[in-house]
């Protein structure tokens, strides 16, 4: 499929409050993509905090707390923010799924990316960016966005992108993809994406932070057969 040349902003679809600003800061900052820039989360209803701070948050204003994060991330840096009130997997099963075999519901997929097309054709959006879950641990609703993405993409002809999914996984190898943006990050480069990703306080824990000093690096990968 031959994609129109469009080149009207970029959505970055993440699955939940905070998957972006692991995994796209600098993508963002360098402004390697046409703006306006937005930030589309689709798992925002949760009940999850780091367990270090369970006490410090009522169960039923988590949600609020998490879209409030990515409402001051999107200021932060000049994005317009959007979402769905979808609950996450925790959410809706009681326990997170990590197996990349674990069936994923088409009508569920084709539900998801229904809602996300009418604000993607309202904002006349030609671009969208989404983590790529790679490996065998796969976070299940991380592997879910990345359908929707592909969906949006052939049935708005927009252009897709993707990401490493830090701190989960960084693509090791994929035929059918090929590097377009790569930033190798230093010492001050992690210390400045720390603090954006501080602003979400209520999710942040010494895991994400020692991942993205491993992963220390972003790029953007692009499907090399088809025109993007």
């Given at each position: 499929?031959?994609?129109?040349?469009?080149?009207?902003?970029?959505?970055?679809?993440s699955p939940h409050s905070d998957d972006i600003s692991m995994s796209a800061l600098y993508v963002i900052l360098e402004k390697v993509l046409p703006e306006p820039y937005y930030l589309f989360t689709i798992f925002s209803?949760?009940?999850?905090?780091?367990?270090?701070?369970?006490?410090?948050?009522?169960?039923?204003?988590?949600?609020?707390?998490?879209?409030?994060?990515?409402?001051?991330f999107s200021k932060a840096l000049d994005m317009t923010f959007l979402h769905m009130k979808e609950p996450d997997c925790l959410k809706r099963l009681g326990f997170v799924i990590y197996d990349s075999?674990?069936?994923?519901?088409?009508?569920?997929?084709?539900?998801?990316?229904?809602?996300?097309?009418?604000?993607?054709?309202?904002?006349?959006?030609?671009?969208?960016?989404?983590?790529?879950?790679?490996?065998e641990k796969q976070h299940y609703d991380h592997r879910i966005t990345r359908c929707v993405a592909e969906k949006l993409s052939n049935n708005l002809e927009i252009n897709l992108y993707y990401l490493d999914d830090i701190p989960y996984s960084v693509i090791d190898f994929c035929d059918n993809l090929e590097i377009c943006y790569?930033?190798?990050?230093?010492?001050?480069?992690?210390v400045h994406k720390i603090q954006f990703?501080?602003?979400?306080?209520?999710?942040?824990?010494?895991?994400?932070?020692?991942?993205?000093?491993?992963?220390?690096k972003e790029?953007?990968?692009?499907n090399k057969w088809k025109n993007c």
């Open positions: 499929m031959k994609f129109k040349n469009r080149a009207n902003g970029t959505c970055f679809l209803s949760s009940e999850y905090v780091d367990i270090s701070k369970v006490t410090e948050y009522l169960k039923d204003k988590i949600t609020d707390t998490r879209l409030n994060e990515d409402r001051m075999k674990q069936n994923i519901s088409s009508s569920y997929v084709e539900r998801l990316s229904n809602f996300v097309a009418l604000k993607i054709k309202s904002y006349e959006i030609s671009n969208i960016v989404v983590p790529y879950p790679f490996g790569k930033k190798e990050l230093n010492y001050s480069d992690i990703m501080d602003i979400y306080k209520s999710q942040m824990c010494d895991y994400f932070y020692e991942r993205v000093k491993i992963f220390n790029r953007i990968l692009k």
